[in-house]
């Protein structure tokens, strides 16, 4: 008995020990074409794309799994410690900070006392955080540095919490891979400056917004708790107030919008001790830095009211908070997933819309009005709300009925991902140092002799000024010379402003305040009498650009001999016998 199958058309097939093709009555005869190992490849083919799928999905299945999420997770930590203990030198900003810290007291950082207007003020919580740090543990870099570890570390666990209450495991899974893996925040985990704690109290902010609603009465032993912690925030992290106004203004309307009463009175009196505190914080910490022209950060150039001005806020929002904090490039990809993200957040849950958005309106908003800088790490307070968004797109872009999305989605997602695992395993090689003054320091301790002089560009000076107590320098030496970090020009030529100086050191020997001697004095290659005719002239520079450094190194060998080089990653040490007329 044959088999026979019919298909469309005028074909039909039977299959036996032989195949015959009819075909408008004409007879094909054709022997054996099916043998034994043709029907075995045939399986095995099948077999293969069926083995494929399994292996796909099983790979799936680990990669949404809570197993994958705590792999990540102990991946996000060993990441952060392995640049934590390297312990790089202090740059010029980590050096500000921790002799900043290292010469006041608890009372000094109460009292909005500073060592210099020259740099930023650390927030008044995080000093005294770390002000307890170094008094309890000692002073070092590992000490200094440990809090926004602990920090760093926090989030992880704190965001990963987070994600768990918006999304299902895979929106999780993708979320969490970019957080983990972001160069920035690995990178602040392990700095002495504020970010890191930054990062952790935005989360915990959340949070306490998920406890404030989860109350049934809103009663004012509440509402001082909230306003408390939300100006304990703002002292620890001053963007925060972008993310407290995004949630202040949300529960204000939604309660406005349910009518009740209570937690609306509630809210206003939280917001009300918010901006109590922001005030104060900034007439008393932030005022200077902003108005006093001491501080040249990059902001806004247009007028206000100007397409360009909306255009360079939008780029440095977009740009600035996907590519540079999170990692989404190409950015405009991440763009596409958050326009998703928020259309399905508007029709889904509105108040968990605005409280994610708002924050990046009021940050867009500060930047046209000139009233915020338009530097990347400025904008990490609100990467936890632009990454959840960014979620809600994934999970919608991954649900839409036709398999055809779904298919282009899915790799546009698997392009995304590439760059949090290069980012990853570059942050796993990269060294991290900005400036290695530390090692040069070391190189002056031993080499120095005494009657030697010291000449160093303003930017060195707070490392110069950390180190030489750090390494308890015998015989300190003094800088006598104080240099401008960049050059300056004219129609005369080029030269650098030096300037006749004296630090002070405290009684436990950290550089305590510059006294200047006279004016400053422009140096050219042709004059150079200033420099003096010491026969051991050491010259310390450290975040100078390279045609500065270059320019002083030329003026130095016209009018001197160089007996020394040292060059360390973003700063170098020179000795120079300046009695020998160079050649």
């Known amino acids: 008995m044959v088999n026979k199958y019919s298909?469309?058309?005028?074909?039909?097939?039977?299959i036996g020990h032989y195949v015959f093709i009819e075909n408008q009555d004409y007879f094909f005869k054709i022997t054996n074409l099916l043998r034994t190992k043709d029907v075995v490849f045939m399986a095995e083919k099948i077999l293969s794309v069926q083995n494929f799928q399994f292996r796909l999905q099983r790979f799936l299945d680990s990669f949404f799994s809570v197993q994958f999420h705590i792999i990540l997770i102990i991946l996000g930590?060993?990441?952060?410690?392995?640049?934590?203990?390297?312990?790089?030198?202090?740059?010029?900003?980590?050096?500000?900070?921790?002799?900043?810290?290292?010469?006041?007291?608890?009372?000094?950082?109460?009292?909005a006392k500073i060592l210099s207007s020259d740099l930023p003020t650390p927030p008044p919580v995080f000093s005294l955080i770390e002000k307890l740090f170094i008094t309890l543990f000692g002073n070092n870099e590992y000490i200094f540095?440990?809090?926004?570890?602990?920090?760093?570390?926090?989030?992880?666990?704190?965001f990963y919490g987070l994600l768990r209450k918006f999304f299902d495991h895979k929106a999780t899974s993708i979320v969490l891979i970019f957080f983990v893996c972001s160069d920035m925040l690995i990178y602040h985990s392990s700095e002495l400056k504020q970010y890191s704690s930054g990062v952790l109290t935005v989360l915990v902010l959340y949070y306490l917004m998920g406890y404030m609603d989860s109350?049934?009465?809103?009663?004012?032993?509440?509402?001082?708790?909230?306003?408390?912690?939300?100006?304990?925030?703002?002292?620890?992290?001053?963007?925060?107030?972008?993310?407290?106004?995004?949630?202040?203004?949300?529960?204000i309307i939604g309660a406005l919008r349910n009518k009740d009463w209570e937690r609306f009175k509630g809210s206003v009196f939280s917001a009300f001790l918010w901006l109590v505190i922001f005030t104060v914080v900034y007439l008393i910490y932030c005022y200077y830095m902003f108005y006093d022209g001491t501080l040249k950060w990059p902001v806004n150039p247009y007028p206000i009211v100007s397409f360009k001005s909306l255009k360079l806020s939008f780029d440095w929002v977009t740009k600035g908070v996907l590519v540079k904090t999170i990692g989404l490039a190409p950015y405009w990809l991440g763009v596409y997933f958050i326009l998703i993200g928020s259309v399905f957040l508007l029709k889904k849950d509105k108040k968990t819309f605005f409280m994610l958005a708002l924050p990046v309106f009021f940050v867009f908003l500060a930047l046209i009005l000139k009233k915020y800088p338009m530097q990347p790490r400025f904008f990490l307070a609100i990467l936890p709300g632009v990454l959840i968004i960014?979620?809600?797109?994934?999970?919608?872009?991954m649900q839409y009925k036709r398999r055809e999305l779904i298919i282009f989605n899915g790799i546009l997602l698997g392009i995304l991902l590439f760059q949090p695992l290069r980012t990853a395993t570059h942050s796993w090689f990269d060294s991290h140092s900005k400036e290695?003054?530390?090692?040069?320091m070391k190189h002056l301790k031993h080499y120095q002799q005494p009657g030697d002089?010291?000449?160093?560009?303003?930017?060195?000076?707070?490392?110069?000024?950390?180190?030489?107590?750090?390494?308890?320098?015998?015989?300190?030496?003094?800088?006598?010379?104080?240099?401008?970090?960049?050059?300056?020009?004219?129609?005369?030529?080029?030269?650098?402003?030096?300037?006749?100086?004296?630090?002070?050191?405290?009684?436990?020997?950290?550089?305590?305040?510059?006294?200047?001697?006279?004016?400053?004095?422009?140096?050219?290659?042709?004059?150079?009498?200033?420099?003096g005719q010491n026969k051991r002239t050491w010259i310390l520079l450290s975040h100078i650009s390279q045609d500065t450094k270059e320019f002083i190194l030329s003026l130095l060998d016209h009018n001197g001999v160089q007996l020394k080089k040292f060059e360390e990653t973003g700063a170098a040490l020179y000795l120079y016998d300046l009695s020998a007329k160079g050649h």
Request: aromatic share 16%; charged share 15%.
């Open 7 to 14: 298909f469309k058309g005028h074909f039909s097939i039977s």
């Open 77 to 111: 930590v060993i990441l952060r410690l392995k640049v934590y203990f390297k312990n790089n030198s202090f740059w010029l900003d980590e050096a500000w900070v921790a002799l900043d810290i290292s010469t006041r007291t608890f009372s000094d950082i109460f009292s």
């Open 145 to 158: 540095r440990l809090f926004p570890l602990l920090c760093g570390i926090a989030s992880l666990f704190l």
């Open 215 to 251: 109350l049934k009465r809103i009663t004012i032993r509440n509402s001082i708790g909230y306003g408390i912690a939300g100006g304990i925030a703002i002292t620890l992290f001053y963007p925060s107030i972008f993310i407290l106004a995004g949630i202040g203004t949300t529960q």
């Open 390 to 397: 960014f979620g809600y797109g994934a999970m919608a872009a």
């Open 436 to 440: 290695d003054t530390r090692s040069l």
């Open 453 to 531: 002089a010291l000449f160093l560009n303003n930017s060195a000076q707070y490392a110069y000024g950390y180190y030489m107590r750090y390494f308890q320098f015998t015989h300190p030496i003094n800088p006598i010379m104080k240099m401008t970090d960049n050059i300056s020009r004219d129609n005369n030529g080029q030269y650098v402003f030096m300037q006749n100086v004296q630090y002070i050191f405290d009684e436990n020997s950290y550089f305590k305040k510059v006294r200047e001697h006279g004016a400053l004095i422009a140096v050219s290659k042709n004059e150079a009498e200033s420099l």
